[in-house]
């Protein structure tokens, strides 16, 4: 927004903010919209092992959809960052790198949490949402309630015909690295029904899973 101020001095900037008619017109926020991919609120009553337990945010718009399409299915990089908000809350944000060699968003998600479940939940919403190649399609797309009643996802229909098996296997090898990351043989021990149990509730072919 602050674009067209780039090497200003410190008075005109003064009188930029001042002036917030010119600095914020609707078609200058209208490029800030975007899309709520899946919204949960947490049921604390749930398993620690459940994802119901978890609160989480999932946002992106047609762009980020669109380059995910493009650019995002053989490699993404995802990464969480905690200092960058004053509620300390994570916030996952997934990449894909364009044809410029730049990286470009595909999803943030905001959880109250950073484990296997919260990133596979912000996964599997950019998996349900990704556009297909067909350009005489509209891409039509539609909210559901979440089965437990606490939140809402967006679907879209065309996202089926588009195979990502590189988000059928990213949290396998995430639920992988949390176990082998595990201080302790103990926790190890520990962690290791959590790990099974989590690859058993993927929406994945028995054979994968083994």
Not at 89 to 118: R, Y
Request: glycine share 4%.
């Amino acid at each position: 927004m602050l674009a067209l101020y780039n090497g200003a001095n410190e008075e005109d900037l003064q009188e930029a903010l001042r002036n917030q008619k010119e600095l914020c017109e609707d078609k200058k926020l209208y490029r800030f919209l975007g899309n709520v991919l899946y919204y949960q609120q947490p049921n604390l009553s749930s398993s620690e092992t459940s994802s119901e337990r978890f609160y989480q945010l999932t946002l992106s718009n047609q762009l980020w959809l669109k380059n995910a399409q493009r650019y995002g299915k053989y490699c993404i990089g995802v990464d969480s960052k905690y200092d960058l908000n004053s509620d300390r809350a994570p916030v996952l944000a997934v990449v894909a790198e364009n044809d410029a060699g730049f990286g470009t968003p595909l999803v943030f998600g905001l959880s109250n949490k950073e484990n296997n479940w919260t990133t596979s939940i912000a996964l599997k919403s950019l998996k349900n949402n990704i556009l297909c190649n067909d350009s005489n399609c509209e891409h039509k797309w539609y909210y559901e309630d979440l089965p437990n009643e606490k939140g809402f996802q967006r679907i879209t229909e065309c996202a089926k015909n588009h195979n990502w098996i590189l988000l059928t296997r990213y949290p396998i090898a995430l639920a992988f690295k949390i176990v082998g990351r595990s201080r302790s043989i103990e926790l190890a021990k520990e962690l290791g029904p959590l790990y099974s149990e989590f690859i058993n509730s993927l929406d994945i072919t028995q054979e994968l899973k083994n």
